[in-house]
């Protein structure tokens, strides 16, 4: 395990190494989505056991008009427009060059994936057999099943980001040849599949938009990269018609006027994915938009750009292991007998600092011992430079 000391001289290292041309706004925007995620579901999420799996509600339906927060909260979007962003700065660097790009973007995808996932798969191992002991002794013991949705929770997004990252030789080449009338063309598809699944009653045009979706708001990251909407016009336009589009989504009965999960709502829209979300990701990026240069200013402040380069110097690491975090808090919480309160009830808003603190130091601790497989530099390309995943 490193030092603090090695820790913070390979920070430092990243930060000098960074390109005066980097964008250190991309940077903060991907931490910030990373603590979002983390701090949801730590501390907005109601934990209950049902049908002898753990699940996590959040408590959106009991607060009044609390969805109109998801229209910003929301930020699986920005972490595919941030991904477009990248994607095509990385695929540039590779001189176009689908190997090269394709192995530098899969390694830093990958390599913290594959550590998380080979513990995960010793700890199983090890916990069928202390399992097979205590469910003889204990019938009523919880077995894994009912902790694994919450361990896997993350791996959805990773599925899903992996394949934009697998399209970029092809989607880059469309969005030099003609960006705009190519995002104009997926979104008019987006709307047109979500037309179908509705209008005909044709659920397999789910699956079409839950792919489809993701690369419109992807290819979305390829305009912002090249400056196509820096325009104050065209950025107000933007924020403008995502706005007109998720107002129109809440009126519609077919859809929740939430951007994320809530109880008792027939209809998700992040899956199935719906047109939801691309008038989401369109919205967002106008308010990411109008607020850079705020944000451009604050990232020219050493301490303020130092924080923002560590944590993503591990976000992937962060964003894999946060759900353990909490399943380790969990445990802990009842081990020694505290409740966990099934309802958001003044009790359950009470606990909320000790579902910040607990899952945080575990995480640190999580970090420490396998953060290395992210930070650690690859071969033939030089030093990275924080966020250039």
């Known amino acids: 395990m490193p030092t603090l000391p090695a820790v913070r001289r390979a920070l430092h290292r990243r930060i000098a190494a960074t390109p005066a041309s980097h964008d250190r706004t991309v940077d903060l925007l991907r931490a910030f989505c990373i603590g979002v995620v983390v701090v949801w579901h730590w501390a907005l999420s109601v934990i209950r056991h049902q049908d002898g799996q753990y699940v996590m509600a959040n408590p959106i339906a009991d607060i009044p008009l609390a969805w109109l927060a998801t229209w910003l909260l929301q930020v699986m979007p920005v972490f595919f427009l941030i991904g477009g962003f990248a994607n095509l700065t990385a695929w540039d660097r590779a001189e176009r060059r689908t190997w090269p790009f394709l192995r530098r973007r899969l390694v830093r995808l990958l390599r913290p994936a594959a550590v998380f996932l080979g513990v995960w798969a010793v700890f199983l191992g090890v916990w069928a057999v202390i399992e097979a002991v205590a469910s003889s002794a204990v019938p009523d013991h919880p077995g894994v099943s009912a902790y694994g949705p919450i361990v896997v929770t993350p791996l959805w997004f990773l599925a899903v980001y992996l394949g934009v990252v697998l399209l970029v030789p092809l989607t880059a080449a469309a969005h030099r040849r003609a960006a705009g009338p190519v995002v104009a063309l997926l979104g008019a598809a987006v709307v ?197 995943g």
């Open 192 to 388: 047109a599949v979500d037309l179908a699944r509705f209008g005909a009653g044709l659920e397999v045009f789910g699956g079409v938009n839950t792919v489809l979706v993701w690369v419109f708001v992807h290819q979305l990251g390829y305009l912002w990269r090249d400056g196509m909407l820096d325009p104050v016009p065209r950025r107000c336009a933007l924020a403008a018609a995502g706005l007109v589009g998720l107002i129109v989504v809440a009126a519609l009965e077919v859809y929740p006027a939430s951007m994320v999960a809530t109880e008792g709502a027939g209809l998700s829209h992040m899956y199935p994915t719906t047109a939801g979300v691309a008038a989401l990701a369109v919205f967002q990026l106008g308010v990411i938009l109008l607020l850079r240069p705020l944000l451009s200013a604050w990232m020219r402040r050493q301490r303020a750009w130092t924080a923002v380069a560590a944590v993503n110097a591990v976000a992937m690491t962060v964003f894999l292991w946060q759900m353990t975090a909490l399943l380790v808090t969990l445990a802990l919480v009842q081990a020694i007998g505290l409740a966990v309160h099934p309802e958001p009830t003044a009790a359950w808003w009470a606990q909320r600092p000790l579902w910040l603190v607990v899952p945080a130091v575990v995480l640190a601790g999580l970090v420490a011992l396998f953060g290395r497989a992210e930070t650690r530099p690859m071969t033939g390309y030089g030093r990275p430079w924080p966020g250039a």
